[in-house]
């Protein structure tokens, strides 16, 4: 029975000189989770005046016993009338904290109220009712906890007058929850025996429990570390809206964590531009002089003019959050179709948001089995670690190194389907920050289109080696531009030859080698060319991102010739040397060629001639919109 103690600190959160910390209170059905939060309500003076004297009396005129979870009962009827206090979050204060309880009361839908509530606590109270002892549903709560990284937990065993208080039941109970939770690797921070309906050990220690020596639960409460106070964080500033006044340019935004002042060198992430703050703005006194901390809505104006947009981060340059592509996440899953490797997302960090894909699940967790159950889906109210890839850059934190920009939710169709913590963010380094500002085509896509007869695209064939792709690129290349069009052939070869040299064969470099031929040919295609990509492209995730890259302008076609032809052709001698041993990691001679699903278009370069398929590309790129079926006035828009 061990307590973290805590020391005092001089500054909190919530901008008092008193600690503030949160606490979910979990537990099975009917241990006691009402009657405690009421009689820790009444022993800490909490209650609003008179209150406990009226519902005295309303339970003598019913003719019913009091009981303290009316308590919670009337102030959560309050609640519900918009007058005092939200029991979801229950406030109230002891010796030397403010404590905000946050209940999660119900027993359908308890998991989601009770993930919610911990995601957000310092500390967690879990009870246990002395008679029932420890239930399924207590080692769910332990092992949601675990999950949800609530490490400091204290376990009041309740109820005690209903076992007279026996000490060797008391013992038997805390070695058993002990023990599961530190299998979690959860030390519990205090184990109490109480009876909340008596008051035994709440707030006192009674001749009824004489034989125990530890704290009891407001002491527990008193000792719970609150969390690190948001402004002692790094500075995140989430941009909210960019403002015109007169001859300044405001970015507004609320600080979330750390602090800045007028002169400081900050950068805006996840494009990594460097400026200084030149004031800070508020109304209606303004500029704001002095340190401005966490929670204040400030504006600011910079030094230079920049391009800044709504859910840009700002930070200070020696601790700026990660610009990623790629995080990982441990969620919890409330949809009801089952989260899957390739399920396409809407990913929200603050107020950045991004497409994403699942590209791994790396565990699955049923909190009712108590065990991971598999690693292909997280099923509805389940909890998993899951590999996110995001088509845009975002820039997060580890939920460990700052809760405010840490966490997630997940949306499918519109509606939130989940939630969670960022893990861990896998970003590059900036090896020099430099101010980077696109500049936009002094031509506008409808002239190059007039001119060409054709939208911009990108038209990736992929396909086993010797499969007929570079043949098929070619013929429809210059077919493409014997008709008055502009195609740029991108072959793999080629461009690993130059642009992609650095890159080998790992799975890491085949999807950059991937990554860095969508930008390129997205990038022709916006600048109304007809990029042909013919690149064997393996992997099915890292097509799908580059279908992601180039969005709307994308057309998969699958060179799907035999392995067999491919193997029989082998213009370069690549098989032979796989064969022989001598070129490793060669796609075609093992099975990780990963067949399109969903393709544009599908051939077989075994069965017709190149003319033929050629016939057929250019009939696709009619149907969907990139070639133009009718000649368009070519000065109309020149």
Known sequence: MNMIVTTASPATPNGTTRPQVRIVIVGHVDHGKSTLVGRLLHETGSLPDGKLEMLKAVSARRGMAFEWSFLLDALQTERDQGI??????????????????????????????????????????????????????????????????????????????????SAERFKAISDEISAHLQS????????????????????????????????????????????????????????????????????AGRIESGSLNAGDEIVIMPAGKIAKIKTVESWPVTPVAGRQGAGRSVGITLDRELFVERGDIIAHTA???????????????????????????LVRCGPKESRATVVAIEKAVDPGELSSV??????????????????????????????????????????????????????????VPVDIVPVESALRPDERSARYRHNGAVVWLTGL??????????????????????????????????????????IADRSENIRRLAEVATHLARNGHIAIVAAVSPAREDRAAARRIADTAFREIHVATPADVCEERDPKGHYKKARAGALASFTGIGNDYETPQGAELVIDTSTRSVADAADEIEQMLKTTGVLFDEVVDLAANI
């Open 84 to 165: 005092t206090i939200d029991t979801t979050q229950i406030r109230f204060r002891t010796n030397s904290r403010d404590i905000v309880l946050i209940d999660a009361p119900g027993h359908a839908e308890f998991l989601r109220n009770m993930i919610t509530g911990a995601s957000q606590a310092d500390g967690a109270v879990l009870i246990i009712d002395a008679l029932e002892g420890v239930r399924d549903q207590t080692r769910r709560h332990g092992y949601l906890l675990h999950l949800l990284g609530v490490k400091q937990v204290a376990i009041v065993v309740n109820k005690m007058d209903r076992v007279d208080f």
């Open 184 to 251: 979690l690797g959860v030390k519990p921070t205090a184990v109490i025996p109480i009876s909340a309906r008596d008051g035994d050990g709440v707030a006192e220690r009674t001749d009824r429990i004489g034989w125990y020596k530890g704290p009891t639960v407001v002491e527990a409460l008193d000792r719970l570390e609150p969390a690190r106070p948001l402004e002692a964080l790094a500075l995140r500033l989430p941009v909210q809206a960019i403002y015109k006044f007169d001859d300044r340019r405001i970015v």
């Open 319 to 345: 601790a700026a959050p990660r610009e990623t592509r790629r995080l990982r996440a441990r969620i919890f899953w409330l949809h009801d179709k089952p989260l899957a490797k390739g399920d396409q997302l």
């Open 374 to 431: 598999e690693n292909k889906a997280i099923g509805r109210n389940h909890v998993g670690e899951i590999d996110i890839s995001l088509s845009n850059p975002i820039a997060t934190d580890p939920y460990t190194e700052n809760p405010r920009t840490g966490r997630l939710v997940i949306e499918v169709s519109g509606r939130i389907a989940g939630g969670g913590l960022v893990l861990s963010v896998d970003a590059g380094q900036r090896a």
């Open 465 to 506: 080696p010797a499969s007929g792709k570079s043949t098929l690129a070619k013929a429809l290349e210059r077919r493409l531009f014997t008709n008055g069009g502009s195609p740029i052939l991108l072959d793999g070869d080629t461009v690993r030859a130059g642009l992609n040299s650095d890159l080998g064969f790992s």
